[in-house]
C-alpha cells in the first residue's frame, strides 16, 4: 500500500480504498492502523471483512468489541461505529462494503442482519480470506464476480434473514426515530437543529436525544455528520471536487472536509480520490 496522508498520527498507518468499474455498490478497503482512533461513522452498506493481524477495539450499537486476530467483522447498513488499535503494533484487516441490493442480486436473499460484529470462525474466516484477496486481485469483471459470491457464500451461514428491506436495529423499529432520520436525508446540507428533528419525530428536544443516543448508541448530530460524510464518499467517487462536495453536504469549506473525512475514514478526499481512480485536477 502507498504511503498514509499526513493527517495521520503514526508512520505506520495505511489505509486505501478499490472501487470496481463494471460493479455498483461494491467498495473494498485495506488498512494497517497503528494510532489513528476513527471517529464513529457509518456505512449505507454491509461491512464484510477480516481481521489479518493484531487487535481492533470498536463501539458497536453502545457496546465495547474486541476484533482479534483471524476473526470476521460483520457489520449492518447504518450503524454508527468507531475503531483503534488494541494493541502496540495496531491491527490490520481487509473489509468489502456492499449495499444491499448487492447481497440481494448475488446471494438471492434479502434482509440479512447479522447479530454479532466479531465471529471467530476458522473456515468462514478461511473462506472469506481467500475471497477478499480474489476480490482485490482480480483481473475481469468474472473473476471479482465469482469472488463476491463467494465472500457472501462465506459468510451467509451468520446471517438472519428477515426476507426483504433494511435489518433492524437490536431495538426493533421505531418509527418515530425513523421520521427524524428521513428528515436528515432530506435536508442533509441544512443547519438542522434538535428542536427540527424532534419535532419530525414528535418528542421533546432533550427526551428525543435520550431516545435516539439509546436506540442509535450515538447523538443526532454524530449521526447527522456520519451521513454527511457518506454522502461526500459517494461524491467524490463519482468525481466532484472537494470544494462542492464540501458546500453540498453542508460543511464549513474544504478544510473541514478533510478533516472530517480523513477522522472518520482515515485518508483524505484527495487520497481516496486518487486510491479509487477519480483524481481531479482542479
Same mark, same amino acid.
Given at each position: 500500500?502507498?504511503?498514509?496522508?499526513?493527517?495521520?498520527?503514526?508512520?505506520?498507518?495505511?489505509?486505501?480504498?478499490?472501487?470496481?468499474?463494471?460493479?455498483?455498490?461494491?467498495?473494498?478497503?485495506?488498512?494497517?492502523?497503528?494510532?489513528?482512533?476513527?471517529?464513529?461513522?457509518?456505512?449505507?452498506?454491509?461491512?464484510?471483512?477480516?481481521? %489479518? /493481524?493484531?487487535?481492533? &477495539?470498536?463501539?458497536?450499537?453502545?457496546? =465495547?468489541? +474486541? $476484533?482479534? !486476530?483471524? @476473526? *470476521?467483522?460483520?457489520?449492518?447498513?447504518?450503524?454508527?461505529?468507531?475503531?483503534?488499535?488494541?494493541?502496540?503494533?495496531?491491527?490490520?484487516?481487509?473489509?468489502?462494503?456492499?449495499?444491499?441490493?448487492?447481497?440481494?442480486?448475488?446471494?438471492?436473499?434479502?434482509?440479512?442482519?447479522?447479530?454479532?460484529?466479531?465471529?471467530?470462525?476458522?473456515?468462514?474466516?478461511?473462506?472469506?480470506?481467500?475471497?477478499?484477496?480474489?476480490?482485490?486481485?482480480?483481473?475481469?469483471?468474472?473473476?471479482?464476480?465469482?469472488?463476491?459470491?463467494?465472500?457472501?457464500?462465506?459468510?451467509?451461514?451468520?446471517?438472519?434473514?428477515?426476507?426483504?428491506?433494511?435489518?433492524?436495529?437490536?431495538?426493533?423499529? %421505531? /418509527?418515530?426515530?425513523? &421520521?427524524?432520520?428521513?428528515?436528515?436525508? =432530506?435536508? +442533509? $446540507?441544512? !443547519?438542522? @437543529? *434538535?428542536?427540527?428533528?424532534?419535532?419530525?419525530?414528535?418528542?421533546?428536544?432533550?427526551?428525543?436525544?435520550?431516545?435516539?443516543?439509546?436506540?442509535?448508541?450515538?447523538?443526532?448530530?454524530?449521526?447527522?455528520?456520519?451521513?454527511?460524510?457518506?454522502?461526500?464518499?459517494?461524491?467524490?467517487?463519482?468525481?466532484?471536487?472537494?470544494?462542492?462536495?464540501?458546500?453540498?453536504?453542508?460543511?464549513?469549506?474544504?478544510?473541514?472536509?478533510?478533516?472530517?473525512?480523513?477522522?472518520?475514514?482515515?485518508?483524505?478526499?484527495?487520497?481516496?480520490?486518487?486510491?479509487?481512480?477519480?483524481?481531479?485536477?482542479?
Amino acid at each position: 500500500m502507498e504511503a498514509v496522508p499526513d493527517l495521520f498520527e503514526h508512520a505506520s498507518d495505511r489505509a486505501q480504498f478499490k472501487q470496481p468499474a463494471h460493479r455498483a455498490g461494491v467498495e473494498l478497503y485495506r488498512a494497517h492502523i497503528v494510532r489513528h482512533a476513527f471517529e464513529p461513522h457509518t456505512h449505507e452498506a454491509y461491512g464484510l471483512g477480516v481481521i %489479518d /493481524a493484531g487487535v481492533e &477495539r470498536f463501539r458497536y450499537r453502545g457496546s =465495547d468489541h +474486541l $476484533a482479534p !486476530p483471524q @476473526s *470476521l467483522v460483520l457489520m449492518n447498513p447504518d450503524v454508527l461505529h468507531t475503531g483503534r488499535a488494541e494493541t502496540a503494533h495496531g491491527w490490520r484487516y481487509r473489509m468489502a462494503y456492499l449495499d444491499a441490493a448487492v447481497v440481494r442480486d448475488v446471494i438471492g436473499q434479502a434482509g440479512w442482519t447479522f447479530c454479532a460484529p466479531v465471529l471467530e470462525d476458522a473456515a468462514s474466516v478461511r473462506r472469506a480470506s481467500i475471497a477478499l484477496q480474489a476480490l482485490w486481485t482480480a483481473t475481469s469483471p468474472l473473476a471479482f464476480d465469482g469472488a463476491l459470491l463467494d465472500l457472501l457464500q462465506a459468510v451467509q451461514p451468520h446471517a438472519r434473514t428477515t426476507g426483504a428491506g433494511t435489518p433492524e436495529g437490536p431495538r426493533g423499529p %421505531d /418509527a418515530a426515530l425513523q &421520521r427524524a432520520l428521513d428528515l436528515m436525508h =432530506d435536508r +442533509l $446540507a441544512d !443547519p438542522l @437543529s *434538535l428542536a427540527d428533528l424532534a419535532a419530525a419525530a414528535g418528542l421533546s428536544p432533550f427526551h428525543f436525544q435520550r431516545r435516539f443516543k439509546a436506540h442509535h448508541g450515538a447523538t443526532p448530530h454524530q449521526m447527522l455528520m456520519a451521513l454527511r460524510l457518506y454522502r461526500a464518499k459517494r461524491q467524490l467517487a463519482a468525481g466532484l471536487a472537494p470544494a462542492q462536495v464540501a458546500a453540498d453536504v453542508g460543511l464549513v469549506d474544504q478544510a473541514h472536509l478533510t478533516r472530517r473525512f480523513a477522522g472518520m475514514y482515515g485518508v483524505t478526499p484527495a487520497r481516496y480520490q486518487r486510491d479509487i481512480g477519480r483524481r481531479r485536477d482542479a
